[in-house]
């Protein structure tokens, strides 16, 4: 064997498994054994008020979830977060984007504006939105002042999803709007000269070079987006605790009951990975749904 | 010449899109504006804007009678151990895996990737179990200990170390420095730009986290802002908006500051995961 190849392969070194020590500690203690240990637990009826108790249960617990009216719900209303969501945060935030792309006095400040949603805890946001939505706040006094009925927003069955998934595409817009304007900083400028040259409308450049070049970023957003809400979580806790009648239960909450109200803990890890399949799906889809349709140029 | 007419045509977006600047700016104006109306209900109708007046007397009561300077020490101390333990780990372990040949590189690199793609919701459980069996529930150690090293923080690092050229450390090698010594003295000072924008992020990170805090906690000591704020808004305090608009305000001003700081910073930190996809 020659030095090079040697060295190619590396030798033993100890600075490097001192430098390294922390990820590989991390790596199996908070990654990878919780990773195995939950899926071992998905096959178990396992309570930490009575570790001892705990049954193999194989799939009895999968099958359980996919018995329980409430796992459907829940998972109804996760789609339609999800689904009921995207297709406005990203259009909104690709029209930020685009519109905020050229420089003009004060674009800064309009971008930090969009932008500021997304570093405010959610907590507060939620907790902002809330009171907006009360029946005797702002919301109602605006509806009320058009003329309109208000709605009662979180407290109302029909209406309580759509509005945290209105509050969502507020929230959220601007953090995709900065992936969409790092996508459209790196489409070269020659593209939109050549196509001025030829007498390209400004739709005409919109449709055949700036969406095609964003096929990328367009993925980006979807599959982070879309992995972001089906966890949500933090604004059914703060809004409505899932109510009223269930109608904004989301799979992440569900979980959270299963696992810690009720502390059926090998129940909640099957559900976690129902959840973390979908996940996979979802991701899966989008990836292959973009790539299929491939770039026309 | 494209260009030149682009610049001639005056500007849409401004006027476009200042109705929608509003409306994201208008809830946090008005958070500000109820956190210091007085009464303890808070008058949440917009009669309450003609009879506007100032007080204080929330923060007072907040600062005062609550649990809440606890919980502004709690995210403060936690946050701070956690980025500290961010910077560190991101830039060792980062700078390891870019620079150094050694057997299960690949794996290691693929496990820091494995990790950013896997939902939390998975590990929320069984997390909670290990915490358990190392008696760390309900203490300081189960909100840092398991997110001290920090995936998102290895692979920023690791990216901008590629980038980096090896000739500083060859010469230091030559000169017959040791390998911590070279990381220690020369590696860290290169890697500052790439451990800000990972200090920023871990920080407004941690310092909304709400899941795994809630979880992993139970006592009101141990609780931090966004936890105990949430808390607060459930029980009997749930309509005390100028109390809750005033936690609210407290918890959001720090992270404000931070972005009106480092604001190139936190997209640095959002475009670097994007360039990954």
């Known amino acids: 064997m020659t030095a090079r190849a040697a060295k190619r392969r590396g030798r033993f070194e100890p600075a490097t498994w001192i430098l390294l020590s922390p990820w590989i500690l991390a790596l199996i203690v908070f990654v990878a054994y919780p990773f195995g240990f939950s899926f071992a637990l998905s096959f178990y009826d396992y309570s930490p008020l009575n570790p001892a108790a705990a049954k193999f249960l194989g799939l009895a617990n999968y099958a359980e979830a996919l018995k329980d009216p409430l796992f459907w719900t829940a998972l109804k209303n996760t789609l339609v977060f999800v689904f009921g969501t995207i297709p406005f945060t990203t259009s909104l935030a690709l029209g930020l984007a685009l519109g905020l792309k050229r420089a003009f006095k004060g674009r800064d400040f309009y971008r930090a504006g969009f932008f500021l949603p997304t570093v405010v805890s959610i907590v507060v946001i939620s907790l902002v939105w809330k009171g907006l939505y009360a029946p005797e706040g702002p919301l109602s006094a605006l509806a009320q002042s058009l003329g309109l009925v208000p709605p009662r927003w979180l407290l109302d069955p029909n209406t309580a999803l759509a509005s945290i998934m209105a509050m969502d595409v507020w929230a959220a817009s601007g953090y995709y709007m900065v992936i969409f304007l790092a996508g459209l900083q790196a489409i070269p400028e020659e593209l939109y000269e050549a196509a001025a040259l030829e007498g390209a409308s400004s739709w005409q450049r919109l449709r055949h070079i700036t969406l095609p070049m964003l096929k990328p970023t367009f993925l980006f957003v979807l599959v982070v987006n879309s992995v972001r809400s089906l966890q949500i979580f933090t604004e059914v806790f703060v809004m409505t605790g899932g109510g009223p009648l269930h109608s904004t239960v989301t799979s992440v909450f569900y979980l959270y009951e299963q696992a810690f109200y009720k502390f059926r803990l090998g129940y909640a890890s099957a559900i976690a990975y129902l959840l973390f399949s979908l996940t996979l799906l979802l991701a899966f889809v989008q990836v292959k749904w973009l790539k299929l349709e491939g770039p026309k140029s | ?277």
Do not use: C
Request: net charge positive; aromatic share 12%.
């Open chain 2, 1 to 277: 010449m494209s260009v030149a007419r682009s610049v001639q045509r005056a500007p849409k977006a401004p006027w476009l899109l200042a109705p929608l600047l509003l409306t994201m700016l208008v809830p946090f104006a008005w958070m500000l504006f109820l956190s210091v109306q007085p009464g303890a209900g808070g008058d949440l109708s917009l009669h309450a804007l003609s009879k506007a007046r100032f007080t204080l007397e929330h923060y007072a009561e907040l600062l005062k009678q609550s649990a809440f300077p606890r919980y502004l020490f709690n995210s403060l101390f936690v946050a701070t151990v956690v980025v500290g333990g961010n910077v560190l780990t991101g830039a060792m372990v980062g700078y390891a895996l870019a620079r150094k040949r050694f057997f299960g590189n690949r794996a290691l690199t693929w496990g820091v990737i494995a990790t950013l793609m896997v939902p939390k919701q998975v590990l929320m459980i069984p997390l909670y179990l290990v915490l358990a069996k190392l008696h760390l529930l309900n203490t300081y150690a189960a909100l840092i200990l398991p997110f001290f090293v920090d995936a998102f923080s290895i692979f920023l690092v690791r990216q901008y170390v590629m980038q980096l050229p090896h000739e500083l450390e060859d010469a230091a090698r030559v000169d017959g420095a040791g390998e911590l010594r070279i990381f220690a003295t020369i590696v860290l000072p290169l890697l500052r730009p790439a451990l800000a924008v990972v200090a920023i992020n871990g920080f407004l990170l941690n310092w909304n986290s709400f899941l795994f805090p809630l979880i992993f906690t139970d006592s009101d000591k141990l609780r931090t802002l966004p936890v105990g704020l949430a808390l607060f808004a459930q029980g009997e305090h749930a309509v005390d908006w100028g109390l809750l608009m005033a936690g609210s305000t407290i918890s959001a001003v720090p992270v404000l500051l931070a972005f009106v700081v480092f604001q190139r910073q936190i997209i640095e930190g959002i475009t670097a995961g994007a360039e990954k996809g």
